[in-house]
T-cell receptor, first 109, second 113 residues
Framework: QQKVQQSPESLIVPEGAMTSLNCTFS??????FAWYRQHSGKAPKALMSIFSNGEKEEGRFTIHLNKASLHFSLHIRDSQPSDSALYLCAPGGNYKPTFGKGTSLVVHP | DPKIIQKPKYLVAVTGSEKILICEQYLGHNAMYWYRQSAKKPLEFMFSYSYQKLMDNQTASSRFQPQSSKKNHLDLQITALKPDDSATYFCASSQDPRKDTQYFGPGTRLLVL
């Protein structure tokens, strides 16, 4: 069964900072790697995803994937208070999605 | 218009009763899922369905039974409710569960007294 670990568990950063969130997974057959964001009291919402090794950038958000090290990460440039949320990583590629426990991010003005 | 509808939004039940949570998606997706999330536990995968067939079941208890009457419907029947079942239940869907983003419904908040 896929094991997913996210770090750190929580993070407080000032507005404008670069934020880095990490996710390690155990199933080397995973094919699809996604990050979701969940604001308090709301449903998770997909943020970004990547299929192959390397980097993908969308606006202020960048995903890095290293399949060999079973690791992928999310980087948020110029963090904003509206980015405050729970961030969930989800390595997958099968009918049994596995989400990490999440990193709780607080961006203070 | 909401693309994934979950009903009801809030639900209060007594211990031992039975409830059905409704989920309908209008995204044209082939796969649907149920998740559970509580203050004590992180987002927990329960079931996945594809073309109305059960693909995976991570719920140990038979008290939880998914029901799919149509391709875009996946309801969740919960029997013999316990206070520990109190959680927010999210329905989700995706076009291809092997390589696709999941879209979540707004959730049903269940409180069992």
């Amino acid at each position: 069964q896929q094991k997913v670990q996210q770090s750190p568990e929580s993070l407080i950063v000032p507005e404008g900072a670069m934020t880095s969130l990490n996710c390690t997974f155990s199933d080397s057959a995973s094919q699809y790697f996604a990050w979701y964001r969940q604001h308090s009291g709301k449903a998770p919402k997909a943020l970004m995803s990547i299929f192959s090794n390397g980097e993908k950038e969308e606006g202020r958000f960048t995903i890095h994937l290293n399949k060999a090290s079973l690791h992928f990460s999310l980087h948020i440039r110029d963090s904003q208070p509206s980015d405050s949320a729970l961030y969930l990583c989800a390595p997958g590629g099968n009918y049994k999605p596995t989400f990490g426990k999440g990193t709780s991010l607080v961006v203070h003005p | 218009d909401p693309k994934i509808i979950q009903k009801p939004k809030y639900l209060v039940a007594v211990t031992g009763s039975e409830k059905i949570l409704i989920c309908e998606q209008y995204l044209g997706h082939n796969a649907m899922y149920w998740y559970r999330q509580s203050a004590k536990k992180p987002l927990e995968f329960m079931f996945s369905y594809s073309y109305q067939k059960l693909m995976d079941n991570q719920t140990a208890s038979s008290r939880f039974q998914p029901q799919s009457s149509k391709k875009n419907h996946l309801d969740l029947q919960i029997t013999a409710l316990k206070p520990d079942d109190s959680a927010t239940y999210f329905c989700a869907s995706s076009q291809d569960p092997r390589k696709d983003t999941q879209y979540f419904g707004p959730g049903t908040r269940l409180l069992v007294l």
